[in-house]
T-cell receptor, first 113, second 113 residues
Framework: GQQLNQSPQSMFIQEGEDVSMNCTSS?????WLWYKQDPGEGPVLLIALYKAGELTSNGRLTAQFGITRKDSFLNISASIPSDVGIYFCAGQLWGGSNYKLTFGKGTLLTVNP | SAVISQKPSRDICQRGTSLTIQCQVD?????MFWYRQQPGQSLTLIAT?????????ESGFVIDKFPISRPNLTFSTLTVSNMSPEDSSIYLC??????????FGPGTRLTVL
């Protein structure tokens, strides 16, 4: 099956710093999604990407769908303490009734005030 | 996006027993999904639950262990049967809305003793 490699596994940054994380796959996806999960909560959708090369922003977050359709990155600018959490990438491949998401292993972000 | 609730939010169960988890959505949705998130791990799809048909299970998951019901377009249940400590996980339901975006419920945290 498809696998996603997400890096880094964890990050420790100071408040105000920018952060970048990425996901790569051995096969293509039609859609890339980025989620954030807080402790004890379900994942919350941050950004959805639908076209190769697409660059999308949501406030301080920016994500891009790689031109090869096999990778994506998420940038967070000017980090704040509430950015703490686990960030997951997810890829979706369309095909018949296949709506399955494949998730990366997550990036644990810690922001020091 | 749809508002998704799950019951119970958490439970502690004895080995060999079964637990039924409920997922309620505030709008009608076609596609509902059940995921498992083992401690410190990413999300793994258990099955896709469509109204009016049997659930479609992913490799490694079987109906006898994880029976699913989908009686209407706003509700689904997942039962974890004959539980063992290895079933201790967070169980999450999600729904797919227009644009192929999946939104998650808050999860059910299960501990099996």
């Amino acid at each position: 099956g498809q696998q996603l490699n997400q890096s880094p596994q964890s990050m420790f940054i100071q408040e105000g710093e920018d952060v970048s994380m990425n996901c790569t796959s051995s096969s293509i996806f039609n859609t890339w999604l980025w989620y954030k999960q807080d402790p004890g909560e379900g994942p919350v959708l941050l950004i959805a990407l639908y076209k190769a090369g697409e660059l999308t922003s949501n406030g301080r977050l920016t994500a891009q769908f790689g031109i090869t359709r096999k990778d994506s990155f998420l940038n967070i600018s000017a980090s704040i303490p509430s950015d703490v959490g686990i960030y997951f990438c997810a890829g979706q491949l369309w095909g018949g009734s296949n709506y399955k998401l494949t998730f990366g292993k997550g990036t644990l972000l810690t922001v020091n005030p | 996006s749809a508002v998704i609730s799950q019951k119970p939010s958490r439970d502690i169960c004895q080995r060999g027993t079964s637990l039924t988890i409920q997922c309620q959505v505030d709008s009608q949705v076609t596609m509902m999904f059940w995921y498992r998130q083992q401690p410190g791990q990413s999300l793994t799809l258990i099955a896709t639950a469509n109204q009016g048909s049997e659930a479609t299970y992913e490799s490694g998951f079987v109906i006898d262990k994880f029976p699913i019901s989908r009686p209407n377009l706003t509700f689904s249940t997942l039962t974890v049967s004959n539980m063992s400590p290895e079933d201790s996980s967070i169980y999450l339901c999600s729904v797919e809305e227009a644009g192929d975006e999946q939104f998650f419920g808050p999860g059910t945290r299960l501990t099996v003793l």
